[in-house]
């Protein structure tokens, strides 16, 4: 299964699911992470340690580690 | 409508208390500021607003009290200030809701929007930044969202205060008129467990303030609080295998285990069909927003680190090198000012606390003024244009290797200007053990009033071209070692798992020069304000601790000693000397001599252990009390009568770099403390933190002042 992390810079993927529970879920889902939102990746900090996505009109940083957590697919 | 009804009671009648909620970064603050004269911190990153703040204000013949709550993005509690808003929305009483939305993302707005409406209170929709929506080729058609979700929605703009008057009389007419039940729908599947549990609660008559309908929202969602209040109902035992059932359906319908979850799309797709009925765009081409443009060269992965530097160095080196030029000017002043002021004091022992203790006392720090004004104005960029954001983007990575959350640097960044904003900053962590790690570590993140410190000895031993440089390194230095102490205070006492980070990156904003004028002007009057009260109240106690008590004896065997020599070069020796030996038998050579053995290791004289000491009040004291000592006594001839030249004439280089190292590294003032205890907790972190920056400080100290020696 791919994740966000896997992605490419200026790649366009939709949300499949949120593999994670409880309060990271919730700010996740806050932030408009949710299954079927549209995503674009915008920028990956060195060593891919933070990315920088789009989704709607916001954009977001998160850890690689989150991003791992979050399974897409190309659209 | 019941005017009439209201009229009757005209104390409460006339009174008007608005909560104002909003998504961070959406403008509250600014709109406050634009409704009425307050002067709130306004910045472009989510987590400026951090506690709530009351703000009062006359219209037309009603009292407004706004209370201006820290953004949140959904009632989830996450972080300490959104908590702060939740709890204030459900518990505190208010009369309406003002929400906050930003035109320019209206469907990720929408919902908190729609959370807002399950919660039974008027709410009016202030559509803000209208004027970068249109700019933007976004319309929104406000009246029929009105129509749709059943509260008024005005566009407005904080910024060029178009629709404000408005916004106000909407407000007005929405609390004289009976509150009404917004419109929000839920797919079909969700309505139709909401009418069975409606349906049951009416069933029992179940007394109630919210409607059914939203009791059964809310049930549905797993709202704890609506949980707790029916748990202890009767009507309970035969409600919950409905819910169950009801909730199970929901899950079922959207293919998940979790209903928040399910909700959470619920909402997306009611703002979605809001915002496609309302929002008109111009089709724009898909090419790159300048917000993107900007963000790939600033948080370029191999550039972005080198240009922030970049951006600090010239910072500081601006500090330095245009702070310095009103320098002389200043010091010319307080010069001519403390002479005439003397001039025409008879008594010696009033001229003297004057001129040597006030003047001096408060003319050392305000000397400093230009520097303090320009670094502001840096931090105020920072904040204002959006960069702190990309800046904690880029600098997570490396702050994850310390311990440290990405989101720390804005706390830490604020620490650059004053530590007590830094502090209760720090409330935009998540997790209370990052947020006591770096409430630990702020103090290392140099505040404004250290600025005067460095700037003097990087004057007094440092060519002018080079002083720049070497406030940028004793940042710089300052910042590192904050991260070396943030490891190692993590892998001993704030062991644990790490903290997610997620962070939404505002559009780049250029502030504008009006919002910048105005927190420089409000910080700079308030370091002045504390040069006028505070310090010269410090200045007063030092300089009466340094004269006093005066020893007859050794005045008069100097005295006699001066007259009966011819030779003038040794009069004004003696003199010298004279008041250097009573500075000495004074209180504070007394305090000075005793700490003295304690830093003698780090090569300071007494005069240097008193600086510090007074120093733990605040950081100018520092400057001042050098001020008053070195104005007092001592050696300075002609050519040195600055501060600056009596300490590279009197200071030994080694021992002014084991200063600098504790200035660096010890607690930043009192009352920064007492700040730093209120939002630690509890007093033993105080106890925890003074322990930790004073031994940090005495080993670092000590080791700068032996290495310094070896190599000069």
Redesign the interface.
Known sequence: MKTLLDCHKACKVKILKLNTSGDLKQRLISFGIMKGAEVEVLEHAPAKSTIEIKVGKMRIALRGEEAKLIDVEKI | MNTVDAKACPIIANHIKVALVGQPNVGKSMLINSVSNAHLHVGNFSGVTVDKTEVLFDYKDYHFTVVDLPGT??F?D?TIEERVTHEYLCAEDYDIIINVVDS??L??NL?LTSELLTMSKKVVIALNMSDEATKEGININAEYMAELIGVPCIKVSAATKEGIAELIEAVMLKHETPKNKPKLVFSESVEEEIAQLVWYLDKHKFKSTNSYRNIAINLLKGNKKTYAKLHDEPIWVELQPILIEASKHIELHHD?D?I??SF??EY?SFNRGIAAEVLKQKKQEEKKTL??KI??VL?H??F?IPIFLFFMWLLFQLTFEIGNIPMDYIDMFFTWFGNTIGATIANDDIRSLIVDGVIAGVGAVVLFVPNIIILFIGIALLEGTGYM?RV???L??FF?KFGLH?QSFIPLVTGFGCSIPAYMSARIL?NDRDRLLTLFIIGFMSCGARLPVYVLFAGAFFAPDMAGNILFGIYVSGALLGLVAAKVLKITAFKGK?E????????YRLPTFKLIWHTVLTKTMMYLKKAGTFIAGASMLIWFLSNYPHNSELIKSYETKIETTQDKALKVRLGHQLSEAELEQSYLGTIGKFSEPLFTPLGFDWKMSVALQAGLAAKEVVVSTLGVLYALGSDVDQESSSLMGAISKNIPFPSAVAFIVVIMIYLPCLAASIVFTREAGHIKYFFYLFAFTSVAAYVMAFIAYNVTLLLV
């Open positions: 993005y959904a989830t996450y320019t993302n469907e990720k919902q998940s979790d928040k979850e959470a799309e997306a917000t993107e963000d790939s948080i992965p191999l972005g954001s904690a983007f880029l997570d990575g994850h990405g998540k790490d997610p980070f997620v962070m939404e990156m505002p559009k």
